[in-house]
């Protein structure tokens, strides 16, 4: 049963805000882009440039940004959601024809140290737009199909334009978010199951429209032994790598298949790979241990929240969060195919960095505000 | 308290929630699992696997073709770079290495800088980068104190050479640094160091010259130490190149035209193949191999004289009088004309309200084709273009080589411009007018060439009106291979060859008849008799006020406003061999200025006769190299 007894007031001070902050969560962030900083340093042949100096850089902006966010109260954020989501929307719509490109696929734009890449922040907004909306609902209604039309709209519209780009990978993640909210905002079970299935029924007319590299991308995956120097190379290079690494790691900076460029990106996408050759199991769990520790502080700010917004708006980031995290793990233990995602708060990079360290602010921004009460208008009542 | 609905929404949520959260921990327990499996089970084995990682594949540079002139003389040879290297492992003390080595060869502050940068940041078996380019008395003397030196090793790569400098410049070409632009898959281009053409025959050829890449296979420690070589394919040396050019007559030349500003070349009017190629101002190709700083590189492009552009091909001057064969040609053709046909020259025509002027203040006469050309008079050719029509003219001009560009060897060239009614119509928007025609006749106006074209007109003149093109190198590449040059005999012109003998006699006339503009540049020579033709053409506009009161001397110019003085020949008279063109940039006349350089180098030409003479030993296959003395 839900325990909303105590109510806290929305008249604190930013200062005041600011030292009710969930600790656990900093303490976590700043111990996993730690690792990241030292396995950059490591990267880079113990040199602080050309990687860590910036990752830090980086990082420090993102940390203000973060914490300029949440102390923000989670009213205004509500109210700015759908502004938001349109923004990015004609953001994303924007890079179609203006983004450079990059890696044979059009989504940047640049700015000098971030590169702003829209579809990254759509990922934030569109859970907001969501959150937004259910919040809205009654329970009961949520299951209605004409109330589904406009959530499943703001889900597939952008979806749409990622695939045209074209980035697979984000147009996954994006669905899957999507879908996380639907099924949490309370739609029917039987729902869920139709939409799986039309999903699934999709992948045969989808194939089609893919680019010749990621149909290789998947093939590959499947078995990539087929093109060992080719699109395979990667993935049994990284296994190569983790593997050798053992249970206690070859040690810091000693990795011999990274640090002798047998490894690809070692800076990015498969720096997970170089610290679990590094650290071993040990290290690559105690990184795991982390991560999921980081998770469960922000799961226990979504349950405590009072709005279903909050609720609906944290569980939403963190579950992109662990989408990120995943995927990326997973990819570079060859569990699913190389779809180019960065391990957030650790891989060389800075859209990755920043989304993911906004999307925190957000979340903490919910717990800082989790006892306000707000109506389905969207206005409130504190109590 | 909070209502029924929120209750519901409540509920919903955490429970689903939870089964969220329940999944993600089956997913970290999934991740953990893959790990365990990786690492610890299979463990074992992917450390053998990363044991037999070791083998690394180097690429080993093959050396650049070399390029000759046609008498085996070297232009482009690779030379012996010395560099010196430094492994951090061996020496015990850095620093003091460094030192030692400093009181051998000069050590700047920021190569030390650099190198102990390098020394901390790479493994401790790298070899280092000390220096290179080091002279062969610097080698002898590191070599020398090589005790003191632990860790200091020798390394010979090898550097681009032109022996030549400055004399065959242009059309050689240099070799530079790879940019991403280059860059088309090709291993060997990713190599560090590695060069590629980047103008004249180094660029054209680049891909003969260029050859393949050996392998090395190399067996590597855990740590990268290189134990030892597994495998070695030796790469193939890039192809060598033979140029047609006469190195000697290029280096005189280049003397001829030293401290002007112009070009000269000379071709065999039976083949196109090219003896001569100058340019001038000229540039040592040497300081392009080790790359220019930005301020030699803005000083060199800067230039008003434009030493690196190769004037020869990618000059476009008027030709002035030089075009009045053409017209000749044409009227001839047209049948507009005959050997006997005469106009009256009083100095001056007037066309509408335009007043055209003859060089000769008070005029030639009556004039004949002959006497029009040898005295180059301007009336005459006024009142042929005015009977044939600028399209007739522009015809002929294209079909003799001009305003297009000609298939040779070396990229850069230039098209220049032979203007007719549906060109003006098309560039300006307005419409011809008659005086532009006259103007074209004199080869002024629109009209511009450069020095290879106008050679070309002139071989093809010569050689009885066969379309010869004119070429640097014996062989062509074609698809990425070098083959020989076809040797099929250029098609004729199909011209009258009455019509093109009255033409030649007529610059017979330029130079041997005593009342040829020429005259004074005839060759005494018995059996080295040539043929030819000045030009002088305009920069600026002469206004009546100064033809009123005396047009201008070019001396009493500044430079930029002089005319440039041109000369088209061949030789000898009785069976033309050579074919050549002079242009002297704001020289002055071309009787005066052109004319006798012309005279001097195609005398220095029928003496050698390069293209009488059999070519030296075949130098493709043994690259044996003899000195011209």
């Known amino acids: ?383 | 308290m909070l209502n029924r609905g929120e209750e519901d929404q409540y509920r919903v949520f955490s429970r689903r929630a939870a089964i969220l959260v329940g999944g993600k921990a089956v997913l970290f327990s999934t991740l953990i699992g893959r790990m365990y499996y990786l690492q610890v089970i299979e463990g074992d084995r992917y450390q053998l696997m990363a044991e037999e990682n070791r083998i690394n594949l180097r690429l080993l540079t093959p050396s650049r073709g070399q390029i000759f002139d046609r008498f085996g003389v070297p232009l482009a040879v690779n030379q012996q770079n010395y560099q010196v290297l430094i492994k951090s492992e061996n020496t015990p003390d850095i620093e003091k290495t460094l030192t030692h080595l400093g009181r051998l060869i000069p050590l700047s502050s920021d190569d030390r800088k650099r190198i102990l940068k390098d020394v901390s940041r790479k493994k401790k078996f790298v070899p280092i980068l000390v220096r290179e380019h080091l002279e062969w008395e610097d080698v002898a003397r590191i070599e020398v104190n090589a005790p003191d030196l632990p860790g200091i090793t020798i390394e010979s790569g090898s550097l681009r050479f032109y022996p030549q400098g400055k004399a065959a410049f242009h059309a050689l070409g240099y070799v530079g640094a790879v940019s991403p632009k280059h860059k088309t898959g090709d291993r060997l281009l990713e190599l560090p160091g590695f060069k590629v053409g980047l103008s004249g025959v180094e660029k054209t050829f680049d891909l003969a010259l260029r050859g393949q890449a050996g392998s090395s296979q190399l067996e590597v420690n855990a740590l990268g130490r290189v134990i030892r070589e597994l495998d070695r394919k030796e790469g193939k040396t890039g192809q060598n190149i033979i140029l047609t050019i006469d190195t000697s007559l290029q280096i005189l030349a280049m003397k001829a035209l030293e401290g002007k500003t112009g070009s000269i070349v000379v071709l065999d009017v039976h083949t196109g193949a090219t003896m001569v190629q100058a340019s001038s101002p000229s540039f040592d190709p040497n300081n392009f191999t080790n790359g220019l700083s930005e301020n030699e590189w803005k000083v060199l492009s800067e230039d008003e004289r434009a030493p690196l552009r190769n004037k020869a091909i990618a000059g476009e001057y008027a030709p002035g009088s030089t075009f009045k064969m053409i017209v000749a040609l044409a009227a001839l053709e047209a049948g507009i004309i005959n050997k006997n046909t005469t106009f009256f020259c009083s100095g001056s025509l007037t066309l509408g309200d335009g007043k055209f002027h003859c060089w000769k203040r008070y005029g030639h006469g009556l004039t004949s084709l002959r006497k029009g050309i040898s005295q180059s008079c301007d009336v005459y050719f006024y009142e042929l273009s005015r009977r044939v029509g600028i399209d007739r003219i522009a015809i002929m001009a294209k079909r003799f080589g001009l305003g297009q560009h000609l298939d040779l060897d070396i990229p850069g060239s230039r098209p220049g411009l032979i203007p007719n009614k549906a060109w003006k119509k098309a560039a300006i928007g307005k419409k011809w007018v008659g005086g532009e025609t006259l103007l074209a006749a004199i080869g002024q106006g629109f009209v511009l060439t450069t020095p290879l074209q106008l050679a070309t007109m002139v071989a093809r003149l010569a050689n009885g009106g066969k379309a010869i093109t004119p070429f640097v190198a014996r062989d062509i590449i074609s698809r990425n291979k070098l083959t020989s040059r076809a040797d099929f005999p250029a098609s004729d012109m199909g011209l009258n060859p009455k019509h093109l003998k009255l033409v030649v006699k007529s610059m017979e006339a330029v130079i041997n008849n005593q009342w040829g503009t020429a005259y004074r540049a005839r060759i005494m020579v018995p059996g080295m008799g040539m043929g030819g033709k000045t030009g002088t053409s305009q920069v600026r506009r002469i206004t009546q006020a100064e033809r009123d009161s005396g047009i201008l001397k070019n001396e009493q110019l500044p430079w930029k406003r002089r005319d440039h003085a041109l000369f088209v020949g061949f030789a000898p008279i009785e069976s033309p061999r050579y074919a050549v063109s002079v242009v002297i940039e704001h020289g002055g006349g071309g009787s005066k200025i052109a004319a006798p350089i012309a005279r001097d180098i195609m005398v220095d030409t029928l003496n050698r006769d390069p293209a009488g003479q059999a070519p030296g030993a075949d130098v493709s296959e043994s690259p044996t190299i003899h000195k011209e003395v």
Request: glycine share 10%.
């Open chain 1, 1 to 383: 049963m839900p325990r909303i007894t105590k109510f806290s007031s929305s008249d604190k001070t930013y200062i005041e805000k600011l030292c009710q902050l969930n600790w656990q969560i900093l303490l976590m962030i700043f111990l996993i882009a730690g690792v990241g900083f030292s396995m950059l340093y490591s990267a880079a042949n113990g040199d602080l440039s050309p990687w860590a100096s910036r990752q830090m850089l980086r990082f420090g902006i993102g940390i203000v940004l973060m914490l300029a966010i949440s102390i923000i109260d989670i009213r205004f954020w509500l109210k700015m959601s759908y502004m938001l989501y349109g923004i990015s929307f004609i953001l994303l719509a924007t890079v179609d024809v203006l983004g450079s490109v990059a890696m044979g696929a059009q989504r940047w734009l640049d700015l000098t140290l971030f590169q702003l890449q829209p579809s990254e922040i759509m990922k934030i907004v569109m859970v907001m737009a969501l959150a937004r909306y259910f919040h809205g609902l009654e329970v009961g209604d949520v299951g209605k199909l004409r109330y589904l039309v406009i959530p499943v709209l703001l889900i597939v519209a952008p979806i749409a334009l990622v695939l045209r780009q074209p980035d697979l990978g984000t147009a996954g993640v994006l669905g899957l978010i999507g879908a996380v909210l639907l099924w949490l905002a309370g739609i029917r079970i039987w729902q869920c199951l139709i939409f799986s299935f039309s999903s699934v029924a999709a992948i045969p007319i989808g194939w089609q429209f893919l680019h010749e590299y990621q149909k290789q991308r998947i093939l590959t995956f499947i078995n990539p032994e087929l093109d060992p120097l080719g699109s395979g190379y990667n993935i049994i290079q990284s296994k190569i790598a983790m593997g050798s690494g053992g249970l206690f790691g070859k040690g810091f900076m000693e990795g011999t298949q990274s640090h002798l460029n047998f490894l690809p990106e070692k800076q990015t996408d498969f720096i997970f790979t170089m610290l679990a050759e590094e650290f071993g199991f040990i290290g690559g769990t105690a990184l795991i241990g982390l991560y999921a520790l980081l998770i469960t502080y922000c799961v226990f700010i979504s349950f405590s929240c009072r709005s279903q917004f909050a609720r609906l708006l944290s569980m939403g980031l963190v579950v992109n969060f662990f989408l990120y995290l995943f995927i990326n793990m997973a990819m570079v233990m060859g569990l699913v195919p190389v779809v180019g995602v960065p391990l957030p708060l650790i891989s060389n990079g800075g859209t990755a960095m920043l989304t993911v360290l906004i999307g925190f602010g957000l979340v903490m921004s919910c717990g800082l505000h989790k006892g306000i009460y707000i109506n389905r208008r969207g206005a409130s009542l504190t109590r």
